[in-house]
Every structure is written in structure tokens, then in C-alpha cells.
């Protein structure tokens, strides 16, 4: 019998000087400047696109569109929950740098960091409208921390290369590109937004709210054809994805990915407008013993949109969500 | 998972910003990304200066990422990978004198070099046999510990793929040792 052989035995501790060293090293590296077009507005614009089912569909157009001639997405908004199966397409995504590969063609026209605020009156003031707390909080929360962030408008710009290149990645090769729209421009603004942060023993909450995000997309796109693609990043098979496209208004709906490990997605009312809730458990990583539930909450009413991700229980969440004034 | 890898955390990740705790990183990833490179490239010299590249990366990326756990892994294991192919385009495909010699004679007498041999080098000479593909998740496994399903997740490869490579790979080991 032929001896088997030894797979460990490569395996071992690193050098303990060497890891000393290389820790002291790192610490002494001041953070590097990320480069603007791959910093977290070229995250936060891929991932506002993704989600809205546009995503790098921005590059692929049908139609070239005149330049000076723009369509305004997301005057309202509604969000629709989309299940995303187990070893799907997105969840590739996770080993794509997707910032890397598309970040040099979005460019950060303006930035504004965040600011520590005192209070809801000075996030009022800071953000330029007035913040909503909620009346009602469960017993033993406190509000932590307020947050206000500046404008940040960033131009994404079209390039069917790249486009082919990820969704190759992804392993959706039987998506077409059309090569029409290869160099035009899509504008994303989001205006300034403000951050809640509560606290409930080791439970944490942390709300977002402001105004709805625009995006402004050369005209006479088809965005059913644009939201297909999406779709189809987000895993859902061509008929589906064709399908599911058609039907939906693409102007005022924002799709949510509801991962395979949620437990529970709904659409549920804060207030008297609809929203989605995505419900799911906390596995401890070393452990695998679940050590709790998260969920997450998104509506948007009146021209803006609102976020609650926590770890509290959903029914308290949703008490805070209805008692916003 | 936990909840923090995923994709309301990734898709709604400017709801979220907390801090990566990087002492608790260091320590729990240095040692998988160091294993990962004992395999991708067989010797320590190398592990180590690929690690410290690996590392040097990301703590120079730091502010790009949340407090994502199995994101965070996924990510600091393509700086790794992305790494590890820039350091083998970068060098002559060349395989040293003593460690080719000990390729061919392990085809025609492996009992022979049984004994010259630790388990160790001789692994390390048997992993420059194999394909690109095949030792980048030989290492991701039995480097980095990650299980196929982690494998799957970080190369794009369904997860059944990801176990025929390897079984592949153990094999051809296998006849080979």
C-alpha cells in the first residue's frame, strides 16, 4: 500500500520575531490615502448601483444617449426584497475588488467627511433638514452617538471593457454588452445623511436617514434591460431576471439582496409606507452557536430614505421605526 | 457566517462603519495567510516576505473596510492570491537545481528520497508539480484551513469543482510521494 501523504506537513507557526517585527512595522505605517475613485464613495456609488439593479449597467445603455440630455431616478423610492440563493452569483462578488477594477472610472466630484454632532438640533443643522428621533425606544436603550455627513456627488463613467471583465468574473458570460454607450456619464448624488447610534446593553442600533440619493442616467436608456442585468449580478436566472425586470417600475425601486442565510424577509408598513424587513441570525464563527438575530429595516417616505440595522429585537425596531417624529 | 459578512452588511455597508479591531486581525490571520504562502511558494524565506507584502496592503487599505469578519478574510485572501501571482509573474519560471533534481527522481523512485527527504521538503517539491490553479487550492486548503465552501467563495469555482481540483490534486500527490 502506497503511504499517504503528508498534507500538514508544510503547516506552521510563524517565526515569532518575524511577527513582531512585521506588527511593529505596520504600526509605524501612517494609513495610506486611498485614491479617491477607489475610496468609500466609489464603494457606496457601486453599491447604491448594485442595489438599485443598475449597477454596472450604468455602462451598458442600449441606446447612446445624447449627452446633455439626463433622466432623474429616485424622485420616490420603494425597496423590493430579491432572495439571493446559496453559492450564487453575488456571493462571488466577495472575492472580486470590485473598487479596484471599476474605481478608476468613477471620479469623486465632491466629498464631505463625516461630523460627530452633539445633538439632533445640531444634526439638524448640519445636514440641512430636520432629523427624526424616535419617540419610542425599548426600555434600557440609550442614543450613543450622532453622525452628519456631507454632500458627496461622484461621475461614473461607461466602459464595456471593464463591464465585460466583471461580469466575466462572475461568470455571466452569456450577458450581452452593447457597445453603444461605451464613454458616457451617469451623475450620483447623495445628500447629506444623518447617523443614530443606540445602545441597549451589548445590543446595538444604528439608524440612517436622509434624503433620497439621485442619480441622474443618459437619456433614453432601456432600464428594464439595465435592471435585468442587475438582477442577473444578483443571481437570479435569465428568465427570472427577465421576467421579474418587466414588472418593475425601475425609476422609484430599489432592490435588496436578501442573503441565503436571512431567516425571514417581509414587506412590512412604518407608518403607512411600505418597507422591507430582512431578519437573520448571528452565528458566533468559532463557535457555529447562534448567539443571537440581526435585521434590517428599510422605508422611505416623503422624498427620504431610513435604516435601521440592529441587533435589538425586530418588534422594537419597528416600535422605534412608527414612532419617528 | 455572521451576520456581519452578509449582504445587507455589504450591499447597506454605509449603514455601517464600525472599526476593525486589527490586534484581533493580525493575530488570527497572520498565521493562515503565513501557511497559505508555505504552500503556494514551499519555503519560509518567501512566506514570509509575501506575508509581510500581503499585510502591508491591507493596513494601508485599512479605511476601505468594516468590521466584516468573513468579508474581511475574503478580502485580506485575495490581497494574498492577487500577491502571490504578481510574485510568480514577476520571477523566471525557473525551479532550483536540487529541488529539480529531486522532481525527477521522485517520478522514477520515491521510496529512495523517502528518507533523504523531510515530509516537509519533499511536499514542498511535490506542490511545484502541480498546476497554478491546483496549488493555489491546495494551499487555500491545507495552508489557510479554509473549507471548499470558503474555497468556492474566494475563487469564483463552484463548490463541487473545488472538490474535484483538490481530490485531483491529493491524488497526483498521492502517486507521487
Redesign the interface.
Known amino acids: 500500500m502506497a503511504p499517504e501523504p503528508n498534507l500538514d506537513a508544510l503547516r506552521g507557526t510563524p517565526d515569532s520575531e518575524f511577527a513582531e517585527r512585521l506588527r511593529v512595522r505596520l504600526r509605524q505605517q501612517p494609513m495610506g490615502r486611498t485614491r479617491p475613485a477607489r475610496g468609500m464613495l466609489a464603494k457606496l456609488a457601486a453599491g447604491v448601483a448594485v442595489a438599485a439593479g443598475i449597477g454596472f449597467a450604468l455602462t451598458i445603455p442600449t441606446v447612446r444617449a445624447k449627452a446633455n440630455s439626463f433622466l432623474a431616478l429616485f424622485r420616490e423610492v420603494s425597496f423590493v426584497a430579491v432572495p439571493v440563493g446559496p453559492g450564487q452569483v453575488l456571493e462571488r462578488t466577495a472575492g472580486i475588488d470590485i473598487p479596484n477594477l471599476i474605481g478608476d472610472r468613477v471620479q469623486v466630484i465632491e466629498q464631505n467627511a463625516p461630523v460627530a454632532v452633539v445633538s439632533p438640533d445640531a444634526a439638524s443643522a448640519s445636514a440641512g433638514f430636520r432629523v427624526e428621533m424616535p419617540r419610542v425606544l425599548p426600555e434600557g436603550t440609550v442614543l450613543t452617538q450622532i453622525t452628519a455627513s456631507g454632500r458627496n456627488v461622484v461621475r461614473v463613467t461607461a466602459d464595456t471593457t471593464r463591464l465585460r471583465q466583471l461580469l466575466d468574473a462572475l461568470g455571466l458570460r452569456d450577458v450581452e454588452i452593447p457597445e453603444a454607450i461605451d464613454g458616457e456619464t451617469a451623475m450620483i448624488t447623495v445628500k447629506p445623511m444623518v447617523r443614530t447610534e443606540f445602545a441597549q446593553g451589548d445590543r446595538r442600533a444604528v439608524m440612517m436617514q436622509g434624503p433620497i440619493p439621485e442619480v441622474l442616467m443618459p437619456a433614453g436608456i432601456d432600464l428594464a434591460q439595465l435592471g435585468e442585468i442587475g438582477l442577473r449580478m444578483m443571481g437570479l436566472p435569465a428568465p427570472e431576471a427577465r421576467e421579474f425586470a418587466k414588472k418593475v417600475d425601475w425609476k422609484t425601486t430599489l432592490v435588496v439582496p436578501v442573503p441565503p442565510t436571512a431567516t425571514r424577509f417581509r414587506q412590512v408598513l412604518v407608518g403607512s409606507s411600505p418597507g422591507v424587513a430582512i431578519e437573520g441570525p448571528i452565528i458566533d464563527p468559532e463557535t457555529k452557536v447562534e448567539r443571537g438575530n440581526w435585521n434590517l429595516l428599510l422605508w422611505s417616505n416623503g422624498g427620504r430614505v431610513y435604516g435601521i440595522r440592529s441587533t435589538l429585537r425586530f418588534n422594537d425596531v419597528l416600535a422605534m421605526a412608527n414612532s419617528l417624529q | 457566517?455572521?451576520?456581519e459578512g452578509?449582504?445587507?452588511?455589504?450591499?447597506?455597508?454605509?449603514?455601517?462603519r464600525e472599526p476593525v479591531d486589527w490586534d484581533a486581525v493580525?493575530a488570527e490571520h497572520?498565521?493562515r495567510i503565513?501557511?497559505f504562502f508555505?504552500?503556494r511558494c514551499?519555503n519560509?524565506a518567501d512566506a514570509?516576505d509575501l506575508?509581510?507584502t500581503t499585510?502591508?496592503k491591507a493596513?494601508?487599505?485599512?479605511?476601505?473596510y468594516r468590521r466584516d469578519?468573513?468579508?474581511f478574510s475574503?478580502?485580506l485572501f485575495?490581497i494574498a492570491r492577487n500577491t502571490a501571482v504578481d510574485h510568480y509573474r514577476a520571477r523566471a519560471p525557473v525551479v532550483p537545481l536540487d529541488e529539480a533534481a529531486l522532481v525527477a527522481t521522485l517520478a522514477a523512485t520515491p521510496e529512495d528520497t523517502?528518507a533523504t527527504r523531510?515530509?516537509?521538503a519533499?511536499?514542498?517539491v511535490?506542490l511545484r508539480t502541480l498546476s497554478d490553479r491546483e496549488r493555489d487550492l491546495?494551499a487555500l486548503k491545507?495552508?489557510a484551513?479554509m473549507s471548499n465552501r470558503d474555497i468556492?467563495?474566494?475563487?469564483?469555482l463552484?463548490?463541487s469543482n473545488v472538490g474535484t481540483i483538490l481530490h485531483r490534486a491529493?491524488q497526483a500527490?498521492?502517486?507521487r510521494?
Open positions: 457566517m455572521a451576520a452578509t449582504m445587507p452588511a455589504r450591499v447597506m455597508g454605509w449603514i455601517s493580525y497572520l498565521p503565513y501557511n508555505r504552500y514551499g519560509v514570509e506575508t509581510s499585510f502591508e493596513w494601508r487599505g485599512r479605511d476601505r469578519k468573513g468579508a475574503t478580502w485575495t523517502t523531510s515530509d516537509a519533499r511536499l514542498a511535490l491546495i491545507y495552508g484551513e468556492a467563495g474566494a475563487t469564483g463552484t463548490e491529493v500527490l498521492r502517486e510521494w
